[in-house]
């Protein structure tokens, strides 16, 4: 009886032996096969929520969460990480036309870019370079760096990043005034965008070669572009791109003397600019607006407009004064 017991015991403390080599074992592989990720997780998290201001115009917080994002990758060297916000920060420094910041950034970024063997990268970041370039009308510098993205482009066999060149290289020839070659490289972004079904890249295309149409006075034309793109920007729900789009062919309407239809499209790109905040926009919304009701010879709904606009432009004169104090 008592060398039953004694087994017993001995089979439980075995058992119980088992059990904890097993606890053990799936314990260390769950902490070897998955690395720990909550640092670079945050930092993506952060990302999100400065794309998602930022594709709303609202820059300010867009930088902020960028930066937070940036923090959150340099405690764990996360190369890929860091070279994305930086240049992400770079896009927002050019949007407040801050070249020189944005040019130390983008530098930075194609520095670890180059490192890591990023040719994506680099394709945003010869990019936006030629878009600091456009700015500064520096075109024939501008179609450089287009090259050189473009080439990182097609090493990463990244189609959209080709075919945003392609447009990007479209607006400069317009405005150089080289038509024609405007019209191949934004037809060609328009089929590339297309096959990739890129709503964004398309919207752009579209807005872009509506332009050169109404360069071309060919209004018309403009026009059926300009309502594409207004499309795609609404598919994609993006407020900055319908902003513009309404914009585009309200001018048109004005242009052929279309006031009613002109004064329709520039109160809708009010409100989505009043529902942004975006303050420039707004002015010049209510500015167009009062030349078209000027024009229609409505006073009354002219003058709620005026004191709109300048109460708008205190304000604005207001907060200038306190920053300066």
């Given amino acids: 009886m008592r060398y039953i017991k004694f087994c017993h015991k001995q089979l439980k403390s075995k058992l119980l032996f088992l059990i904890v080599l097993i606890l053990i074992f799936i314990l260390t592989s769950c902490a070897t096969d998955k690395p720990i990720t909550t640092t670079r997780e945050s930092a993506r998290d ?3 929520l400065a794309l998602e201001h930022y594709s709303k115009g609202d820059i300010e917080n867009a930088i902020l969460f960028f930066e937070r994002s940036l923090k959150e990758d340099q405690k764990v060297n996360n190369l890929p990480g860091i070279s994305s916000n930086l240049y992400n920060i770079a896009r927002c420094y050019l949007y407040y036309k ?10 930075e970024a194609i520095e670890i870019n180059k490192r890591i063997n990023n040719p994506d990268g680099l394709g945003d970041n010869y990019s936006l370079f030629a878009s600091i370039e456009i ?3 520096n075109y024939s510098e501008a179609l450089k760096y287009l090259e050189l993205s473009e080439k990182y482009y097609l090493e990463a066999k990244n189609q959209k ?3 945003n060149v392609k447009n990007n290289r479209g607006t400069i020839y317009i405005k150089m005034g080289d038509f024609e070659k405007a019209k191949i490289e934004i037809s060609e972004a328009i089929s590339i965008h297309k096959k990739k079904k890129n709503h964004l890249g398309l919207a752009a295309a579209y807005n872009n070669m509506g332009f050169l149409f109404e360069m071309q006075n060919n209004s018309e034309e403009a026009l059926n572009y300009y309502k594409l793109a207004l499309k795609e920007d609404k598919y994609m729900e993006n407020s900055l791109g319908i902003s513009s789009d309404l914009n585009n062919i309200a001018r048109y309407y004005k242009k052929i003397g279309d006031y009613e239809s002109a004064l329709f499209y520039y109160k809708s790109a009010l409100g989505v600019n009043r529902s942004m905040s975006l303050v420039a926009r707004v002015k010049q919304d209510l500015e167009n607006i009062i030349e078209v009701l000027d024009a229609l010879g409505r006073n009354e709904e002219k003058l709620k407009y005026q004191k709109a606009l300048e109460e708008l432009t ?3 004169t207001q907060q200038s004064e306190e920053q300066n104090t």
Avoid: H, M, P, W
Avoid at 101 to 106: R, S, V
């Fill in 46 to 48: 952060y990302e999100k």
């Fill in 98 to 107: 801050k070249f020189d910041n944005a040019e130390k950034l983008i530098n």
């Fill in 135 to 137: 700015r500064k009308k």
């Fill in 161 to 163: 990043g080709v075919g």
């Fill in 314 to 316: 205190s304000t604005q």
